[in-house]
């Protein structure tokens, strides 16, 4: 078991109880996808994951460890474990791809190498690999603000190679993207995860994508767990129990 | 959850929302005075001793001014009481009659219209001295003599113009590197992690906001004490007020970044230093060039004034002509500057044009 969620709340203010006592396990080499209505938690609980936000209570345990309330050096360790990629991809939009990909490595190299950009050799090849990887190679040079979404997203997953992440974190990966390019962005999120045996941990808007791609689904109503199965059991009637009665289905190909 | 507390509320917040109530009341009563003794204070003193008793010399006694406090005291009161006033309408205690809107609307015209009065009286505005032969003669004068420029002192001109565009590039080149460092810890969104740094943050804000908020010249004032009448002391003056200025403008762009990056980049598992050299100090490059070229652009302009008062450069050679009403020499010191500042002007639009 690489994650063990235990009772985790999260309480941003008064009235914004954003988790309510989420249970939850993952077994390596799952592809667990978070589905549920913007504002259902889905963001927070993932965030709380790598500790971008600070859980309320309950424990979180990553590989067996309880990581809830680690700090410093020992957090960082754990970061430097679990890759991330955002919605807006995030990328530092200056940069050339291959600089974006090799501050993945950042966690490995010293604070003064890494202001002077002398990465050791090894991390630069691992860089244009993973570059490779995302079908990228070619575009190692470009700036990161003159790619299209779709290479920007595979940058920020080829960023989050760099970490030999244990575990990969997506927080509505393709939800700013088009179609086609969604599909092909998740297909490197499949090949990751059976390739190289990655943990993703993935939430997602459409079902079809849900169907597609997942292992295991759970979905989240209100900051509570409402649903968990296989992806292929969500019928009608679970349908509209997680998204509302208005709801309907958008197929995406 | 928001239902609920709408369904039951709890005995703290109807005595909050009672506290704020009462609390209005007092704010309200407190402006009312003050808007009553401002006009009391404004009719007695302009309107009545000016133009009803028409004296230029207008006594001034303590006693007078107690009298119209305690008056304006029980009046502000009264007048919160019967919640007709204006201020009770600024802050939404008012009646909701039409007698408390025309008396807030009304009392409002009355208000800017004796403001406008007082304002007119004190700042001695004269049609008469505007339009006298004699004073129009002499502007006539001054005018004709600047605009036949004395280019004998050309050479001289040059030389102390070319100070004053060196004061102020080195006040701004010197000013950087404190600058860069203060902007840094002025910036909320990297000190506010734990107390000690948000102490430090709160600290320097004053610091900052204290040595901005005096002007460049009084600074020249004191430091031409300091190092003496001369290049140095404005150079310093400048200085000084860049740094505050500049470590301001840097930490507002900072403030301003974008936090996903800066996310991204701790999510993996980078350190503090490393954070901020990827995901702070790209974004942050161009905004603070293009401030720091803006600035030795406002500085030029500053150490021409500051120049005035002994800072050196320009401004110190147009004193001393001016003070010999020397008026064909000014004339040509006017035109210099007018042209340096249109060029620096022009330059670092440019340049900021050509950054962004």
């Not at chain 1, 799952?30 to 790598?50: A, D, M, P, W, Y």
């Not at chain 1, 990161?144 to 575990?167: C, E, H, T, V």
């Not at chain 1, 990655?198 to 209100?222: E, G, M, N």
């Not at chain 2, 600058?179 to 900052?208: C, D, G, H, P, Q």
Request: charge should be neutral; aromatic fraction near 10%.
């Amino acid at each position: 078991m690489i994650l063990k969620i235990r009772n985790l709340h999260k309480i941003f203010g008064p009235g914004s109880h954003a988790l309510k006592g989420v249970n939850l396990e993952v077994n390596e080499g799952e592809f667990l996808v978070i589905i549920g209505l913007s504002g259902s938690g889905k963001s927070t609980l993932l965030r709380c994951i790598n500790r971008l936000t600070e859980p309320t209570s309950g424990t979180i345990e990553f590989l067996g460890k309880d990581i809830t309330h680690i700090k410093g050096e020992e957090l960082r360790k754990v970061k430097s474990q679990i890759g991330m990629v955002f919605q807006q991809f995030n990328l530092i939009k200056r940069r050339s791809a291959l600089t974006n990909v090799l501050t993945g490595s950042l966690g490995r190299v010293s604070s003064f190498n890494s202001i002077f950009e002398k990465f050791p050799p090894e991390i630069l090849k691992q860089a244009n690999d993973a570059l490779e990887t995302v079908g990228m190679a070619e575009k190692a040079e470009t700036r990161a603000d003159k790619l299209s979404g779709g290479q920007q997203q595979r940058a920020a997953i080829a960023r989050s190679l760099m970490q030999n992440p244990k575990l990969l974190l997506a927080d509505e990966p393709v939800a700013s993207l088009d179609p086609a390019t969604s599909n092909s962005v998740m297909q490197y999120f499949e090949k990751i995860n059976k390739e190289m045996g990655t943990t993703v941990i993935c939430s997602l808007h459409f079902l079809s994508l849900v169907r597609r791609y997942a292992s295991r689904v759970i979905a989240l109503k209100d900051g509570e767990i409402v649903y968990e199965g296989s992806p292929g059991s969500i019928d009608d009637e679970k349908f509209k129990t997680i998204y509302g009665q208005d709801a309907g289905e958008v197929e995406i190909r | 959850m928001k239902e609920k507390i709408k369904n039951n509320p709890s005995p703290a917040h109807e005595n909050i929302a009672l506290l704020e109530k009462n609390f209005r009341y007092i704010k309200s009563s407190l402006l009312d005075i003050f808007f009553v003794f401002y006009s009391l204070i404004v009719l007695q003193r302009t309107i009545y001793y000016r133009f009803i008793m028409d004296v230029r010399e207008i006594p001034f006694s303590w006693g007078e001014v107690i009298i119209i406090f305690v008056i304006s005291i029980l009046l502000g009161t009264a007048w919160t009481i019967s919640r007709t006033s204006l201020s009770s309408m600024l802050l939404g205690i008012a009646k909701e009659n039409r007698t408390a809107k025309y008396t807030a609307e009304i009392f409002g015209f009355f208000l800017f219209n004796i403001t406008f009065i007082a304002g007119w009286i004190i700042t001695k505005i004269s049609i008469v001295d505007f339009f006298s032969a004699e004073g129009i003669e002499g502007a006539k004068r001054i005018f004709v003599s600047m605009f036949t420029p004395e280019f004998g002192i050309f050479d001289d001109a040059l030389f102390a113009i070319i100070e004053t565009v060196y004061i102020a590039l080195m006040a701004t080149l010197i000013s950087i590197p404190p600058a860069l460092v203060l902007s840094f810890l002025t910036a909320r969104n990297l000190m506010n992690e734990n107390k000690i740094s948000f102490t430090v943050y709160y600290v320097l804000r004053i610091i900052l906001n204290f040595i901005r908020s005096v002007e460049p010249l009084i600074w020249a004032i004191i430091f031409s004490v300091w190092v003496g009448i001369g290049p140095f002391a404005g150079m310093i003056a400048l200085l000084v007020h860049t740094i505050a200025s500049n470590a301001k403008l840097y930490s507002e762009a900072i403030e301003g970044i974008e936090e996903g990056p800066l996310e991204a980049i701790s999510a993996t598992g980078a350190n503090r230093i490393q954070v901020i050299w990827y995901a702070v100090v790209p974004q942050i490059t161009l905004p603070f060039l293009s401030f720091t070229i803006y600035r030795w652009d406002i500085n030029v302009r500053m150490a021409t004034i500051i120049g005035l008062v002994g800072g050196g450069g320009i401004g110190t050679m147009l004193m001393q002509y001016q003070g010999l009403a020397r008026w064909r020499e000014v004339g040509l010191i006017v035109l210099l500057i007018a042209f340096i500042v249109w060029i620096m002007d022009y330059i670092s639009a440019k340049i900021r044009e050509k950054i962004y």
